[in-house]
């Protein structure tokens, strides 16, 4: 059984080659429950918001109070398995790695001021769970990076099925993704394909990298 064991840590370390951000995915996904045991929410209906200053997710009171909850990297990383979204190179959710995951906005966070025109079907929460992502630096922002560019369909693609996945899944952030895109799948990829028509009107120029390693998502 040991010899199992450790030939099965031995894949999933190969595969994954994030075992050392596992126990702070682990931890991230504790603290998205455990908070709202400890505001008396049901963690079903626990509302996340993303500061696009400090890179955590944070959620209100009973009160509206302000409670943070735990860093955004650790609570997306899971599905990524400390992989780029866009390329698929290394990333890392330590702050003391080289490679440490920039937490990039699907769509542009300069459409912010623009999306209350967007005529889409709810309100677009642009700095929402659902357009947030972990890009390697120059993905986000090197040479050939995204910038104020619009990602491809193959990419919205990407994101809509990650999105489906941490629903399916009963992720702690499965309720603010529903609350945020769309009560039923096709609600979300109406949704998503609204908010992409309404970037690409809006940023014109489509971008995609090239692959840097094995497609894992």
């Not at 922002?141 to 990602?151: D, Y």
């Not at 998503?192 to 690409?200: E, I, M, P």
């Amino acid at each position: 059984m040991a010899y199992v064991e450790l030939g099965l840590f031995k894949l999933f370390y190969v595969y994954d080659n994030s075992a050392k951000d596992l126990n702070q995915e682990t931890e991230s996904r504790w603290n998205l429950v455990e908070k709202a045991w400890e505001l008396n929410i049901n963690k079903n209906l626990i509302a996340v918001e993303f500061d696009q200053e400090t890179k955590e997710l944070f959620t209100h009171d009973t009160k509206h109070h302000r409670t943070n909850i735990t860093t955004s990297r650790g609570a997306l990383n899971g599905y990524q398995k400390s992989r780029c979204f866009y390329c698929f190179k290394e990333i890392s959710i330590s702050s003391v790695d080289d490679l440490l995951a920039d937490v990039d906005h699907f769509f542009p966070h300069l459409l912010k001021p623009q999306v209350a025109t967007a005529g889409c079907c709810r309100p677009v929460n642009v700095d929402g769970v659902w357009n947030l992502v972990l890009s390697c630096l120059e993905c986000n922002r090197g040479e050939n990076g995204k910038f104020a560019k619009v990602p491809s369909l193959e990419l919205l693609e990407r994101l809509h099925t990650r999105n489906e996945y941490l629903i399916g899944s009963h992720h702690p952030l499965r309720e603010t993704l529903i609350m945020q895109t769309g009560n039923t799948e096709r609600d979300r990829k109406y949704f998503l394909d609204k908010s992409y028509r309404f970037s690409k009107i809006n940023l014109i120029h489509v971008w995609q990298p090239k692959a840097q390693g094995t497609s894992i998502f």
